[in-house]
């Protein structure tokens, strides 16, 4: 037991296990079992595994540490371990040993295994070695031959070589010289075939030669002929480029020849701009020609192909060649080339504005904005060739201006329409009505004139949105992406047109001497409903498809919606209120008329209702059944349950009698006029022009406050008989009975009335009141 324990205790035993403790896991025995190998390898101390945590590593009772004693560990066991621990111990530390030999065994067969292959691969590498060996040596051999051999060759060919090189040395310079001898009948066969340029490169490649050996005869000779048939050259290509009958690139040839035949760039330089500019001036002559009274003009899209195909594309040609030819002119020929190409581009400039100009009077944008688009392609390129002309910019702002006066021509042409819905609107108001057929109310006038003009709106909208399309070339600059679409179309277009719309709606709203007293009533409360509606929805719903159709990226300060709705709702309001004016000044000319033509102190005892009252009742129940098309009920007061019940006794109450009573005795001792006075100071007031409120109730009880106010001032200008005091309280009574029903509270047409009635009293010598039964036959009679 004691051999065991000394030859190889366990880490897992020690002075505290028990005989009865559970086996250590898989996991944990072969955790320690690596431990123990690294420890057998010699690995450091901390890569070892098994050590319990705060375990001292110069610990000799230490199974797993360095400095592990087995004497006294063994003492240890003895002293403090009864026999059956000692016994177990010794079967643990049994197993753990053949663990360990299991373990190393595997480690051992797989080293091995490894070790086997690596000697196999060792082997076929010194095999493969050794034959590389032989084939480089066959190889330093073959090469050492070959060495030997180009040598021999070299030495044997060595005299025949500077030979042949002598040889072939004086076989080009013969043919040189025969060239040259040859050259100047070469030249004259050139000039009369008409092969300017191989004559060119000809002198060219024999100029150098016979500068050089000038001094010699012959060569002078050749080279005088040369010069004779050069000079004849030059002066036939001069002859060809001043006839300008060929085009650009055949003069460029002309100017590239002569330059090449050693003839002054500034002169060259400048003939040839003299002769691109009278190409390119019948190029504008024939524009302007098309743009001439007479003949009927072609249409945009065609005029400005011509122009890109012919002038355009001529420019860019010159000013190509130009760059090309005389590129060594330096910064002075860029900036002749930019004045020629600014001054021609500004006469083009002027030729299309003005056949644009003869475009704003159109429609359709699809046809000016594709003219426009390869107007301003064509310009890229010679802008790019000319940027110090500036031809890029001065076509991209001739886009923006037109784009800022199409703007203004959609917003005449939605001013426009909608004056011409409003012209329709008069038209169908003023028509005749056939008998037994309806015209359109005003509720379908309404929506026709909404519908028309936010269609018009709509296709503005959509015509001016062309200008931003993707496939456009002009659509990325940065006028297009901002200030277009806020200042432009949602400022100049929609927010413009809402206020003119306003005005002109206000503008109906004038003293009756001007456009207002022509205006129908119908149109008032047909366009207060309108700007009442762009309030409360249209306006918010055509500034949102603005904003979505048209992404503005411009910060630029715009009209808030806020006061565009705050604009139509006042103007809504003046509408509704001059409406209510006219209407009323209708209705009280009829009542004023009545009173003034009447002689109310001889009139005969009341048997009716006066026409003029009946014919009230009726206008204001065709101006409730008007207001009721366009706007609601609204709110009135609570009506009590006798109002359409009373008599004349309201007028005749204690209240009344006390104001006009003491008339009736000669000798009153009070003043009637005193208790008139006393009367009105506990009266409420009534305001006649209060303000008026979108609904019906509220424009009705303008209207009767209105009439009834008229009626009053009416009756206190005039003498009243007994009889004309009877008329008026039978007319008052008549219409209480159908008046209050339109009023938002009936107590103000009886307070109306009374005034009236009460008027009439103090107007009327003998004031003596009709019996209320009588008065009622008579209004339910008439």
Not at 281 to 301: F, N, T, V, W, Y
Not at 302 to 317: A, I, K, P
Not at 486 to 506: K, P
Request: proline share 5%; aromatic share 6%; with cysteine.
């Amino acid at each position: 037991m004691a051999t065991a324990a000394a030859s190889g205790l366990g880490p897992g035993s020690g002075p505290g296990d028990s005989p009865e403790g559970p086996e250590p896991e898989a996991p944990e025995r072969r955790r320690k079992a690596h431990g123990m190998l690294k420890l057998y390898y010699g690995l450091s101390e901390g890569e070892t595994a098994g050590r319990p945590p705060g375990s001292d590593p110069l610990d000799p009772i230490d199974l797993n540490g360095a400095h592990f004693d087995p004497e006294m560990y063994l003492d240890k066991l003895r002293r403090e371990c009864p026999l059956a621990q000692l016994m177990d111990s010794e079967t643990d530390m049994v197993r753990q040993i053949r663990a360990l030999d299991s373990d190393m065994q595997t480690l051992v067969y797989e080293n091995y295994n490894k070790f086997i292959s690596a000697t196999d691969t060792i082997r076929k590498m010194k095999n493969d070695f050794r034959k590389m060996e032989d084939e480089m040596d066959r190889l330093a051999n073959n090469m050492a031959v070959i060495t030997d051999f180009s040598a021999r060759i070299s030495a044997t060919l060595q005299d025949c070589h500077e030979r042949i090189t002598k040889l072939a040395g004086v076989h080009a310079l013969l043919r040189k010289l025969q060239f040259l001898f040859e050259l100047p009948s070469r030249l004259t066969k050139c000039v009369e075939l008409g092969a300017y340029g191989q004559a060119v490169r000809y002198q060219g490649r024999a100029r150098a030669v016979l500068q050089q050996y000038q001094h010699l005869p012959s060569f002078r000779a050749i080279q005088d002929d040369c010069q004779v048939i050069t000079a004849r050259l030059a002066q036939q290509l001069r002859q060809r480029f001043r006839e300008g009958g060929s085009g650009a690139p055949e003069q460029a040839e002309c100017v590239e020849l002569l330059l090449a035949l050693g003839e002054p760039a500034e002169e060259l330089c400048e003939e040839f701009l003299v002769h691109a500019r009278g190409r390119l001036e019948d190029e504008l002559r024939s524009l302007e020609a098309e743009l001439g009274p007479s003949p009927p003009a072609p249409d945009i899209l065609e005029f400005t192909d011509r122009g890109g195909s012919g002038f355009v594309g001529g420019l860019c040609q010159v000013a190509a060649a130009y760059q090309e030819l005389f590129a060594a002119q330096g910064s002075a020929g860029a900036e002749k080339l930019a004045a020629f190409a600014r001054e021609l581009g500004g006469r083009y400039f002027a030729l299309v504005e003005r056949r644009l100009a003869q475009e704003q009077g159109g429609g359709d944008n699809s046809l000016l904005v594709r003219a426009l688009d390869r107007f301003h392609r064509r310009l890229r390129a010679p802008g790019a060739l000319l940027a110090a002309a500036g031809l890029a910019e001065a076509a991209t702002e001739i886009v923006e201006r037109v784009a800022r006066e199409r703007l203004g021509h959609h917003l005449q042409g939605l001013r426009a329409a909608f004056l011409g819905c409003l012209t329709d609107v008069r038209q169908a108001l003023a028509a005749p009505r056939l008998t037994g057929k309806e015209g359109p109310g005003l509720a379908e006038l309404l929506a026709n004139v909404a519908s028309s003009v936010l269609s018009h709106i709509k296709a503005s909208l959509a015509a001016v949105h062309l200008f931003t399309a993707k496939e456009v070339s002009f659509s990325n600059k940065p006028y297009f992406r901002g200030e277009f679409c806020s200042q432009g179309v949602r400022e100049g277009l929609i927010v413009g047109f809402i206020h003119s719309m306003c005005q002109t709606a206000q503008s109906f709203c004038d003293s009756p001497g001007e456009k207002g007293g022509a205006t129908p009533p119908a149109l008032l409360l047909l366009l207060s409903r309108l700007c009442l509606d762009y309030e409360t929805a249209t306006i918010s719903y055509i500034l949102t498809l603005t904003d979505e159709q048209f992404l503005v990226q411009d910060q630029s300060p715009v009209t808030p919606v806020s006061v565009l709705c705050a604009e139509a709702r006042e103007t809504a309001r003046r509408l509704l209120t001059h409406y209510v004016k006219v209407q009323g000044l209708v209705i009280s000319q009829m009542l004023r008329k009545s009173v003034e033509t009447r002689d109310w102190l001889s009139t005969l005892e009341p048997r009716n209702v006066r026409a003029v009252m009946k014919r009230v009742v009726e206008d204001t129940t065709a101006i409730d059944v008007q207001v009721g098309l366009l706007y609601e009920e609204g709110v009135r007061k609570a009506q009590s349950s006798d109002s359409s019940k009373r008599t004349f006794s309201v007028y005749s109450s204690s209240r009344q009698q006390g104001r006009y009573a003491p008339s009736y005795t000669p000798s009153a001792p009070m003043d009637t006029n005193l208790l008139s006075n006393i009367q009105k100071l506990f009266s409420e007031r009534i305001d006649v022009f209060s303000p008026v409120e979108f609904n019906k109730v509220s424009v009705l009880t303008g209207i009767i406050k209105i009439s009834l106010k008229t009626l009053l001032e009416c009756v206190r200008l005039r003498t009243f008989g007994r009889f004309g005091l009877q008329q008026v309280q039978v007319d008052c009574h008549f219409l209480q009975l159908y008046l209050w029903r339109f009023v938002a509270d009936e107590e103000l047409v009886h307070l109306l009335l009374d005034e009236v009635v009460a008027s009439a009293a103090l107007r009327c010598p003998d004031p003596v009141p009709m019996e209320p039964s009588v008065v009622e036959v008579i209004c339910e009679r008439g």
